[in-house]
């Protein structure tokens, strides 16, 4: 099996940052692409930034300026650093990525997730 593990959150005043982590572990041949979601109460899960192997990088328009993913390939890790949060930046967030546990077959897999509260 495959697990996703983050960490990093917290509670926080707007304007201060974090850094998430997410480490994957277990039955992986490799990685492909990781992201990162979020999810406020109320609200759908929402993609906010991923990063391909090569480490090409997408962001939505919420976090672009804000937020910075990066990745280790060594490590089998992926992060995101959080700058500048605001109080609508609150909710829990999810690492995702496509592992290979075969040469050419990949799944989806999700973390738990880690919450991300933002004061003002």
């Known amino acids: 099996q495959v697990q996703l593990v983050e960490s990093g959150g917290g509670l926080v005043q707007a304007g201060e940052s974090l850094r998430l982590s997410c480490a994957a572990s277990?039955?992986?041949?490799?990685?492909?692409?990781m992201g990162w979601y979020r999810q406020a109460p109320g609200n759908e899960r929402e993609l906010i930034a991923s990063?391909?192997?090569?480490?090409?990088?997408y962001y939505a328009d919420s976090s672009k300026g804000r937020f910075t993913i990066s990745r280790d390939n060594v490590k089998n890790a992926v992060y995101l650093q959080l700058n500048s949060l605001k109080a609508e930046d609150t909710a829990v967030y999810y690492c995702n990525s496509d592992t290979y546990t075969m040469p050419t077959i990949a799944y989806e897999f999700w973390g738990q997730g880690t919450q991300v509260t933002v004061s003002s």
């Open positions: 990063i391909q192997t090569s480490g090409n990088t």
């Open positions: 277990g039955s992986i041949f490799r990685i492909g692409a």
